[in-house]
Structure formats: C-alpha cells, structure tokens
C-alpha cells in the first residue's frame, strides 16, 4: 500500500441536488507476481517478468479443465487452519468449464454456483468461507459487479482487465455475497459480465483522463446503482447498509498499479482471442508486467497488452519458454 488520498464527489441523480460524497483512493502498489503453469511434463512452471516466449502458429488453443481445489478447514488451538491443494487437469470439457471427472468436486460445484448453473451446496467447504462483493470501473458508464472468496482476495482482479475497484460488502459465505451481486446487476449501468471489448475501450479513454476525474465517474456510478435498486422492489436490507456505510464512512476504491502502467498507452490492447493469435504466432515476446490485468509483453518492435482471462485454462504452444 502506497497510500490513501481523500477527494470530494459530487453525484447527482436526475433532478436533485448533487449530494457529496467522500472518496478514498488507495493506491497499491503490484511489486511481485508469477502466472502458474502447468506442463506437459507434468510439473507446474511460472511465468513472470524477464519470460521469453516463442509461440507456434495459432499458439492459444481450446479450453482445458482448471483441474480441482482440494480445500480443508480445520480449528487447532483457537486457530483457523486452511489448507489449498490444487489438482491439475488436461482433458477438454464437452460442454462448460470442467471436464466429468471435475464436474461434480466440490470446487466444481462452487465454480458453478458462482456462474449461475448451480445449487446452493452449504456442506462445501469452499461455501464456509468468507467472500467479498467487488464493482470494478472500466472507464466508461458501466460497472462490473463480482465475488470472490476471502481466499483470493484483490488477486481476483489481476485476473481481468480493470481500471479502478472498490470493495463494497464482505460477507460470511458466498451464497450471501452471490444473493447481492445479482440483485446489483440489476441495476441499468450495472453487469456481471461486460464485454470484453467494451471494458478494454473504457481503458484506453480511462487511461487519457484525470484520475481525479475517473474517481468521480466510478463513486458516482456505484451510489446511483445502488439508490436504483434500494428504490425499486428489488432491494434487499444489505444493499441499503452498503449505501449507508458509503454515505456515513466515504467511498473506499482502489488502484492497484504498477511502474509500468504507461506502457499500455501505447501499447496495442488485444481483444479477444482472434486479435491474439494473429497478434503473437510465430513471434518471440519478452514478458514486461502485468499491468492492470493485462500481461504486458515485448515482441520485437511491438508492445501487446494481452488480458490474462484470454489466456486462462488454456493450452498455450510454445518452442520455449526462457525464465
């Protein structure tokens, strides 16, 4: 943590006055990471700063199982003890994210939850967990909503493009927490899953404004989601103690930057997994950052800006791989 700096913003909600509102911006600081691989040869390997890679044609192919979490909890001595194997998988999934060996663990049934496509499993251990309700600012109108296990933590959002992101609710287990984001996702500005094509452009003009400015836009759109849902048939009694707590303790966002969040202005911002291919076969790039969910790379006299979730559960060819 590098440090916080108190702003006032001024929403305004249709005909009303403009109410103030205090906002915090907490700038951190992304100092170490490492992408996990793993390999044909069975071992997991990373990829960080200084990496070379030389990709094959078309080097970012089908979808692989993320393989499964092992989770344990146990109480010791009036300590909580968390215990996190993972289990790594090659096979495709017919349909979905896990393949039918995964399909039914209880990371599985979790992950499924969490999209949508299962039921509430209060016997899972990854559902006695606490978990955080997140929004993340792209730079345009539109919010992103999510949740996250306490586990993750802000590694959630280095997993996806982002610009700003704030923090809102932590409650006692993922289905309180999966209850209220899509309750908010309700609101017009408001998505769970926003186009990737539309956040990476909310970016770029982010990053060409004032971040006092994107600040603004980003407390002021969250409040105005928020009074939306508390003022329709939607609301919930924890959507009004989130307006209240940012109204009386201010709007807390967060900017996890690094030293090379520059480079993404000039860099070229890939979109999907189309522009990547083109982009990176038979080239050989060395890694530079990962910078606000993209993983900045050096190929020859060009610098991508790839975003991790493209290359995610994803075979990745490639002649070699320089640490």
């Given at each position: 943590?590098?440090?916080v ?23 951190i600081?992304?100092?170490k ?11 997991w390997?990373?990829?960080k ?36 194997m ?8 017919k349909?979905?994210?896990f393949?039918p ?7 599985g049934?979790y992950?499924r939850?969490?999209?949508g496509s ?11 967990l606490?978990?955080?309700?997140y ?8 919010l ?11 590694r959630?959002?280095?997993?996806q493009p ?11 287990s993922i289905?309180?927490?999966r209850k209220?984001?899509?309750t908010?996702s309700?609101a017009?500005?408001?998505?769970q899953?926003p186009r ?10 982010a990053l060409?404004?004032?971040q ?18 508390n003022?329709?048939a939607?609301?919930?009694?924890e959507i009004?103690?989130i ?5 009386s303790?201010?709007i807390?966002?967060?900017?996890i ?10 860099a070229?911002l890939?979109k ?6 083109e982009?990176l076969?038979?080239?050989t790039c060395?890694?530079i950052y990962l910078?606000?969910g993209?993983?900045m790379m050096?190929?020859?006299?060009s ?6 979730e493209?290359?995610?559960d994803r ?9």
């Amino acid at each position: 943590m590098e440090g916080v700096k108190k702003q006032v913003v001024k929403c305004r909600r249709g005909l009303l006055p403009p109410e103030n509102y205090s906002a915090f911006l907490t700038n951190i600081s992304l100092r170490k990471w490492e992408i996990v691989t793993q390999t044909t040869e069975g071992i997991w390997g990373t990829v960080k700063k200084g990496s070379e890679l030389a990709f094959v044609n078309e080097p970012i192919r089908e979808r692989v199982c993320p393989g499964n979490n092992r989770l344990t909890i146990a109480n010791e001595d009036k300590n909580i003890i968390i215990n996190l194997m993972r289990e790594p998988c090659w096979n495709k999934p017919k349909a979905g994210v896990f393949c039918p060996k995964h399909f039914n663990t209880h990371y599985g049934r979790y992950i499924r939850y969490v999209f949508g496509s299962e039921k509430e499993d209060v016997e899972n251990p990854f559902f006695k967990l606490p978990a955080l309700l997140y929004t993340i600012y792209y730079g345009n109108d539109q919010l992103k909503v999510g949740t996250t296990i306490i586990l993750k933590g802000f590694r959630r959002f280095l997993e996806q493009p982002y610009y700003l992101t704030s923090v809102i609710y932590i409650g006692n287990s993922i289905s309180t927490v999966r209850k209220l984001e899509v309750t908010l996702s309700r609101a017009p500005s408001v998505s769970q899953a926003p186009r990737v094509g539309n956040r990476i452009a909310g970016i770029e003009n982010a990053l060409s404004r004032k971040q006092e400015e994107s600040l603004e836009r980003f407390a002021c759109a969250l409040v105005n989601s928020l009074e939306y849902i508390n003022n329709t048939a939607l609301k919930q009694p924890e959507i009004n103690d989130i307006l209240g707590g940012l109204k009386s303790r201010g709007i807390w966002i967060y900017n996890i930057r690094s030293d090379y969040d520059d480079l993404l202005k000039d860099a070229i911002l890939i979109k999907d997994l189309r522009q990547a291919n083109e982009a990176l076969s038979h080239r050989t790039c060395s890694i530079i950052y990962l910078s606000r969910g993209f993983l900045m790379m050096s190929c020859g006299s060009s610098k991508l800006a790839l975003p991790y979730e493209i290359i995610r559960d994803r075979e990745i060819h490639v002649e070699y791989v320089k640490p």
